[in-house]
């Protein structure tokens, strides 16, 4: 039988080669004649046309097949964009449906957003209000910003009184039961960035390729605010350009200043706070993102250590170097606020959702000591021989230094080690993360996107270069600037680093283990220093600004510092005049003009200085923030 199965599977073998051979021969035909005739053609075209003729029309043919190529992704985003455009359109439209449908409102508008915090905390415990009211409230007054001041908002929340019917029933069990409990934010509303994920919506980072992919779960720090009885009920626009001070993309626009509206304003979340759209918000330091958002508009915010709040499902379409410490920073108008939010967060169920956190506790001892105790705080009012700061800036660190001195702290002049080179280093373990993830998401997932800042594109094709060329031209660039921009010199100087990323990772360990030993040489409990040199600069202003500004913050998210800032002051008349007056040629000339440049018409915005302590002693800066507190503004 085996014998029989084996001479079948011979036989069917051969009959399978035989029609093979036979549909070979047919095509050997067919091709013979048209080849024959290509052949002849081809031949005629190289002994009598030019010879570079069919050279020409293959490029055209290839040029035109990519034009045509672009042209369609260049359609399918702008639809993508269209798309998610008219669904928040859609939305908005159907939430204002939705509050007109409803009864008179318990609550005005005005009524819920004059609130503070504490107040609203009061109502809502002793049942005089209810959570969903409190939103509702907030949600009107979000459509009339999101009309009247368009670029703040990204999203607004749609089913936030959701989680706020839970929190009235909570509240009421409570109340029922007269717990003593704190439960510090049960039914406040509160914002979150647009990067961090909440479950249904987009998190874009200005990105249209990255539209329409609603996240399937929200992330730890969202849900760690749902389980302590906040409702996160919009939903904050964010910057496009990573390494710029304009709020911009081409999704939700331009974020203006809530009271200079040719003011930068690097994300959504302060100018909401000042707008009193939202009692409190959660922003991204990065490269110090949070903190000059919150200081240009007059807010507090504090970035706390590296490790101390969570990044777990923050899955972000541009990842970010660790080493950089991107750190969720809340926003809020008081720094009893944000200390709040550390207490609620710390004591929740953060830690569960994220065990990788250290399970350290808000220590109200080290709160009350950075209050009331007598500290020995360094100061420093600029990086010495690299940049200034401008009058006005100087002049409410005199008035911040003198007003600690009163309270019985000791100030002691401080330079932080090779500022300059601390800076070179950021730029270089920034781009050799984003250079190559910008690529990938910009041109290989959104064939191009938009990119709503032609400078990006520019420093996108440098990124494009191979890195010997790109190493190459950003030296030559930086030797002919080092004069006149010494900033810009150091971040091009990063910008075209090559080496390998654990290289600097060591050199960052080495640098931080520099200014700790100095640090402690000093005896200091604390750092008094400036969030920028300059008020809120223009919009669009150039990278030797940026840089200029980034340089103040940036340095303690190397550092992994927890660092907050607190409004002392306004720029006044006075200060405008006295750049003017110190215009003269020399040395400086080129950073005199620009603070010219940048303090016309800035009379009135918002000064801020800024309070760092060492890694985990977060409660001692947040209470000498509490302390500025009490200087008048």
Not at 16 to 21: E, G, K, N, Q, Y
Not at 107 to 113: D, F, R
Not at 282 to 309: N, S, W, Y
Not at 511 to 523: G, Q, T
Request: one cysteine or more; charged letters at 25%; glycine letters at 6%.
């Amino acid at each position: 039988m085996s014998k029989f199965n084996a001479a079948k599977q011979i036989n069917r073998s051969l009959r399978h080669l035989l029609d093979l051979l036979a549909i070979l021969y047919v095509l050997d035909v067919l091709t013979f004649y048209v080849c024959s005739d290509m052949l002849y053609f081809i031949t005629r075209v190289t002994l009598y046309a030019n010879r570079w003729v069919y050279l020409r029309w293959l490029f055209a043919g290839y040029l035109c097949f990519r034009i045509g190529r672009f042209a369609w992704y260049r359609h399918g985003v702008h639809k993508k964009l269209k798309k998610k455009q008219n669904e928040l359109m859609n939305k908005h439209g159907l939430l204002n449906q939705k509050l007109k449908m409803g009864e008179v409102p318990a609550l005005t508008t005005e009524q819920a957003t004059q609130m503070t915090i504490p107040e609203l905390r009061k109502q809502l415990r002793e049942r005089k209000l209810m959570a969903v009211d409190v939103i509702d409230a907030y949600q009107r007054k979000n459509l009339e910003i999101f009309q009247r001041h368009p670029g703040c908002i990204a999203e607004i929340v749609f089913d936030s009184d959701v989680y706020a019917i839970l929190a009235d029933t909570k509240l009421d069990k409570l109340k029922e039961a007269d717990s003593k409990e704190p439960h510090l934010f049960l039914g406040i509303p509160v914002s979150v960035q647009e990067l961090f994920p909440i479950r249904g919506f987009d998190h874009t980072m200005g990105y249209t390729c990255r539209t329409n992919k609603a996240a399937e779960d929200d992330c730890a720090l969202v849900a760690a605010l749902k389980d302590a009885g906040a409702v996160p009920f919009v939903l904050t626009n964010v910057r496009q350009k990573l390494l710029g001070m304009t709020s911009e993309n081409p999704i939700f626009g331009r974020t203006r200043h809530p009271t200079h509206p040719h003011r930068a304003c690097i994300s959504g979340d302060a100018a909401l706070i000042a707008l009193h759209g939202t009692p409190l918000s959660f922003g991204a330091d990065l490269l110090g993102e949070a903190r000059l958002t919150a200081a240009f508009c007059g807010m507090v915010a504090f970035k706390p250590t590296t490790g101390r709040m969570s990044q777990k499902g923050i899955n972000l379409p541009l990842k970010m170097p660790d080493a950089l410490g991107f750190v969720a920073t809340p926003i809020g108008r008081t720094v009893e606020d944000v200390a709040d939010v550390f207490r609620a967060l710390w004591a929740s169920s953060l830690f569960t959702h994220d065990p990788s956190l250290s399970p350290v506790k808000f220590d109200e001892s080290q709160f009350t000591r950075g209050k009331t105790g007598k500290l020995r705080i360094g100061f420093y009012s600029g990086f010495e021989n690299v940049l200034p700061v401008s009058p006005a800036v100087e002049r409410v660190m005199e008035q911040t230094k003198s007003f600690l001195e009163s309270k019985g702290h000791e100030l002691v002049e401080f330079t932080l080690p090779d500022s300059d080179k601390a800076y070179e280093l950021i730029m270089s373990i920034f781009n050799s993360c984003i250079q190559p993830e910008t690529l990938r998401l910009v041109y290989h997932e959104g064939h191009g996107d938009i990119i709503v800042d032609y400078r990006q594109r520019a420093l996108h094709a440098l990124y494009a270069l191979p890195s010997v060329l790109r190493r190459i031209i950003c030296h030559m660039r930086a030797d002919a600037v080092e004069e006149n921009y010494h900033v810009t010199a150091l971040a091009l100087r990063g910008i075209g680093c090559t080496k390998p990323y654990i290289d600097l990772l060591n050199e960052c360990e080495s640098y931080c283990k520099s200014v700790f030993e100095k640090w402690n040489d000093n005896e200091l409990d604390c750092l008094l220093c400036p969030i920028t040199p300059i008020p809120a600069p223009w919009d669009y202003s150039s990278y030797y600004t940026v840089h200029f500004v980034l340089m103040f913050t940036a340095l303690y998210n190397l550092l992994g510092c927890p660092a907050g800032t607190v409004q002392v002051g306004r720029v006044e008349r006075s200060d405008i005049e006295q750049v003017r007056d110190a215009i003269k040629p020399g040395e400086d000339m080129k950073t005199l003009l620009m603070f010219a440049q940048q303090t016309d018409g800035s009379e009135g915005l918002p000064l801020g200085v800024q309070i760092v302590s060492k890694p985990w002693n977060d409660e001692l800066a947040l209470g000498v923030l509490q302390t500025l507190e009490q200087m008048k503004v």
